[in-house]
């Protein structure tokens, strides 16, 4: 899902003049994207008072970059850059803090954020939360409130954005609060809490940690005698040659009525599970380097290219005229598609008449297991809010068993907790899809995080721009990826403050 068509910033900020900013210890860039080509190449920016430490820090001989791997194995962030670390506050006085929590989302969403915080007023006298929503243009919202020095006290955001907003100052640390409150943190995904740790602190709480998989028409392999997709991701054969096979047999027909095996994803979490099932990656290890133009790499992303331009056995952009991939697979068009938790009310309402399963992707010829993209989004606290201590006890609320439960009942997360991912398969049993443990089983290990990459959504923008070619099969995928790892390389790397 690519949330970047509603976020996208309407004004345009050039990187020289985005440095210009920062060179003056006011600014952070913020990017948007959810599985997506990332943002347009020109983002608004956004003032996060304290940046100037963070910059003159920065530039000073030795100073480690932004996202490269510590020795721990965790990200590691400028030495230099401010600690929103911040000691845990007493209680509440006599008023209460007046809190802001501020995400995006849809129409279920909202009302299930609104119930929940509702709740927390309820129980908690001496806070004060207003929800604030803000399902068209978040960021734009968002940033203007932090140049306004009027951050939320808790907000929505996603994996890609952890690397920057901590090394601005607009994320909180909280370590020292899950310490004090011995909260417990074990029945998370583990790579659920991996994905927002940098330099060895943790600064966000996920809300979900879904993965990206395969649909698929039951009937309409049935009916060409196609043999079903695996259950399980560590399962025999499905490799890239078994997938091509099924996907030309399920394509028949030609025209506006013309049945296609499979619709390629172009976002970037769905399309990186063919990447990383081939044992390739977008960057280096170490973050450090691009690693798009790599072998293994390029290998996945001409697969995906020979599917629409050689093989013909996926549509091109321009047989999507008037409609979608997941609107043809509904109306049994389409034998496969992308699809994640979130979106199985989407396709129970869809389907009509046949019968649909979820399955993992193939491994690549050069891939040693199958690996999805996924790992949803979270909830940060502002590194600059005056009430830490109450922002951190909504924090609690909104990421406890609960509250997600509750998200599973409105059918718009499966959690990020071990405890709700068995309730969400509980309450989905007995419908399709009949695989729904698949979805469980690839978020505790088959699940590869976003990585912790300097200019990280400046990244996906380019790959999103340069990749182009490969969705439409106008471009070899060599080319296409050796243009994106050019475009690439001086933005990976950097240090906080540049």
């Not at 306004?148 to 996603?158: A, I, N, R, S």
Request: proline share 6%.
């Amino acid at each position: 899902m690519n949330r970047l068509r509603r976020f996208g910033a309407s004004g345009t900020t050039s990187r020289r003049e985005l440095l210009s900013l920062l060179a003056a210890g006011s600014v952070l860039p913020l990017l948007a994207a959810c599985g997506g080509a990332g943002i347009a190449s020109g983002t608004s920016a956004l003032s996060v008072a304290g940046s100037a430490s963070a910059s003159s820090a920065a530039t000073s001989a030795g100073t480690p970059v932004r996202g490269q791997a510590s020795s721990s194995g965790a990200s590691s962030a400028t030495a230099g850059a401010p600690s929103a670390t911040v000691a845990p506050a007493a209680a509440a006085g006599s008023g209460a803090a007046q809190l802001r929590f501020v995400t995006w989302g849809g129409v279920d969403e909202t009302k299930v954020r609104q119930t929940y915080t509702d709740q927390f007023n309820k129980d908690h006298q001496s806070i004060k939360v207003t929800f604030a929503p803000h399902p068209q243009d978040y960021w734009n919202a968002l940033q203007s409130q932090m140049a306004g020095g009027e951050g939320p006290d808790v907000y929505y955001l996603e994996p890609g954005y952890v690397v920057e907003l901590q090394c601005r100052n607009a994320l909180l640390a909280l370590d020292s609060y899950i310490q004090r409150d011995k909260f417990d943190l074990t029945d998370f995904y583990p790579d659920a809490i991996k994905e927002y740790t940098i330099a060895g602190k943790l600064w966000a709480l996920a809300r979900d940690f879904a993965n990206q998989d395969i649909a698929y028409n039951v009937d309409l392999f049935k009916q060409k005698g196609v043999p079903l997709p695996p259950k399980q991701f560590d399962a025999a054969g499905w490799t890239y040659n078994d997938f091509l096979l099924a996907c030309q047999k399920l394509t028949s027909g030609s025209g506006p009525t013309k049945v296609w095996g499979f619709g390629v994803p172009t976002g970037f979490r769905p399309y990186m599970a063919y990447v990383w099932s081939n044992g390739g990656a977008v960057v280096s290890g170490d973050a450090t380097k691009p690693a798009v133009d790599q072998p293994n790499t390029v290998e996945a992303l001409q697969f995906l290219e020979d599917l629409i331009g050689k093989y013909e056995v996926a549509p091109k952009p321009a047989d999507l005229k008037g409609t979608n991939l997941n609107n043809l697979f509904f109306s049994g068009q389409l034998g496969m598609v992308t699809a994640l938790p979130a979106g199985i009310a989407q396709f129970r309402a869809g389907v009509k008449g046949f019968q649909w399963d979820v399955a993992p992707p193939p491994l690549g010829p050069h891939g040693t297991k199958r690996q999805v993209g996924g790992g949803g989004a979270g909830f940060g606290v502002y590194g600059q809010t005056k009430y830490p201590d109450q922002s951190w006890q909504f924090m609690q609320w909104i990421t406890g068993i609960k509250a997600q439960e509750q998200e599973v009942d409105a059918n718009t997360s499966m959690g990020s907790r071990l405890s709700v991912g068995a309730y969400f398969v509980k309450v989905n049993q007995g419908k399709d899809p009949q695989n729904v443990q698949m979805f469980v089983d690839a978020s505790k290990n088959f699940l590869h995080t976003d990585p912790h990459a300097s200019n990280w959504l400046e990244v996906q923008a380019i790959l999103g721009k340069e990749l182009k070619g490969i969705w439409d099969a106008s471009k070899p995928a060599k080319d296409a990826a050796a243009e994106a790892a050019r475009q690439m390389a001086p933005l990976l790397g950097q240090p906080c403050g540049t």
